[in-house]
């Protein structure tokens, strides 16, 4: 199994710009999130599911978009970059259900100018 | 709104010492809380977790206890090696569910 693939591992956008981040996962978990990393400041939840047609917000939702057509994939839209979204972000799976462990993908690093 | 702190940003111990890392959170009970090793340009692997009504869980060098009434956890690993340097995240739940408040992780270095 590969688990948790995120796609791409580093990316340079301008200001304004839009892109999507993939994330996918073979591990047929329901629940799927996206979180963001930056420095003193830990992982903060982004968009999360529980399942495919299911979605909600986190913790700093503004600015991103997501949408979960499958079990599969959970992709992360930027409509339009800021700086502000210079981050690290890593997707996460898990089973539903209480004292489920996540399951991380590598990250993706993304510079927005 | 809730938070988490760890002890300290870094930690720097010698190698066959006993490293213990502090987690604290405010504003909110856990049902359970887990913690998670990051090494750099990797996500974050799963370690341990521990439930509201257990006081202490063990595994292999690891150790993790879990004070509700203090509000916080530690994580110890003992005879630590240089091996076991890596940035430590505590991440209580939120609600019982999936979601979780992580905290700002604690780089470990074990020094030989």
């Known amino acids: 199994n590969a688990g948790v693939t995120q796609t791409p591992k580093f990316q340079v956008l301008k200001t304004g710009q839009s892109m999507t981040l993939q994330c996918a996962q073979d591990m047929n978990h329901e629940y799927m999130s996206w979180y963001r990393q930056d420095p003193g400041m830990g992982l903060r939840l982004i968009h999360y599911s529980v399942g495919a047609g299911i979605t909600d917000q986190g913790e700093v939702p503004n600015g991103y978009n997501v949408s979960r057509s499958t079990t599969e994939d959970f992709p992360l839209r930027l409509l339009s970059a800021a700086p502000s979204q210079t981050s690290v972000y890593f997707c996460?799976?898990?089973?539903?259900?209480?004292?489920?462990?996540?399951?991380f993908g590598s990250g993706t690093q993304l510079s927005v100018l | 709104s809730q938070k988490i702190e760890q002890n300290s940003e870094a930690l720097n111990i010698q190698e066959g010492k006993t490293a213990t890392l502090t987690c604290n959170y405010t504003?909110?009970?856990?049902?359970?809380l887990q913690w998670y090793r990051q090494d750099p340009g990797r996500g974050p692997v799963f370690l341990l977790l521990i439930r509201e009504n257990e006081k202490e869980k063990r595994k292999e060098r690891l150790k993790v206890t879990f004070d509700t009434t203090l509000k916080q956890s530690l994580f110890h690993i003992t005879a630590s090696q240089p091996a076991d340097s890596a940035t430590y995240l505590c991440a209580p739940s939120v609600s019982g569910g999936q979601n979780f408040v992580f905290g700002p992780g604690t780089r470990l270095s074990v020094l030989p």
């Open positions: 996460a799976s898990s089973p539903l259900g209480a004292f489920e462990k996540l399951f």
């Open positions: 504003n909110y009970s856990p049902a359970y």
